[in-house]
């Protein structure tokens, strides 16, 4: 016996769950949890968790056994179409098995040595096993749905943006590296610069 089982039957399982039964059994008396507390010997907060337990094994119960049900669908119908893709479907034109002449491999047909008649084999129709395999990706998909394997992954990245700008301190220049600066800025054009502003700069190099 696996150790799981043993767990959910054990001693201490079936006394968990026949308290619960009686807290719930009392609950719906009408009492409050205070007087379940004082009539169980346990806390308010311990009446409430174990009320909060129960409702969630009512509950769940039922879910899983819905959801092992539709999975045991989807997977016997996914082994139905399955066994549609591996087999072989003569195509049939006019009530008539199409059948194809065999060709070697230079491609050309391929003879019976004793009679010279051309060997030919049956065509196969494509339709019907492309239908069970876009059926088998649509089970796909649907089974992957019910275990919760296509749950979108969420990813937390931590963005830092520094909203705070502060001008190059150009006071470390000469007056020939700012000129040639202006070159590189504005070529052989005279910028356009504030009469106060242009006296500031002057006056931070001084």
């Known amino acids: ?25 009392l609950r ?17 907060e311990n009446v409430h968790h174990s009320i909060t337990r129960a409702l969630e094994a009512l509950t769940k119960k039922p879910a899983e056994d819905l959801l092992a049900v539709e ?13 549609t893709v591996r087999a072989f479907h003569p195509l049939i034109a006019n009530g008539k098995v199409v ?3 065999v060709l070697d ?5 391929m003879r019976e040595p004793a009679t010279g008649e051309v060997l030919t084999t049956v065509m196969e129709d494509k339709a019907p096993k492309l239908a069970a395999i876009a059926t088998c990706v649509r089970l796909l ?31 470390h220049l000469s007056l020939q590296d700012l000129e040639s600066l202006r070159h590189m800025l504005y070529g052989g054009r005279q910028p356009v610069v504030n009469q106060d502003s242009q006296q500031l700069v002057l006056e931070s190099l001084q």
């Open 28 to 44: 719906l008396d009408g009492l409050t949890l205070d007087e379940i507390g004082t009539h169980m010997g346990m806390g308010r």
């Open 71 to 83: 999975l045991a669908r989807v997977e016997e119908l996914l082994a139905q179409a399955l066994e």
């Open 141 to 171: 998909e649907r089974r992957s749905k019910y275990l919760g394997l296509d749950a979108p992954v969420r990813a937390q990245t931590d963005l830092t943006v520094n909203t705070q700008s502060s001008a190059p301190d150009l006071s």
């Open 99 to 101: 059948y194809a002449p």
């Open 105 to 109: 491999d230079e491609g050309q047909p």
């Open 1 to 25: 016996m696996s150790r799981g089982i043993t767990v959910k039957t054990g001693r201490r399982a079936i006394e968990l769950a026949q308290m619960r039964a009686e807290i719930l059994r």
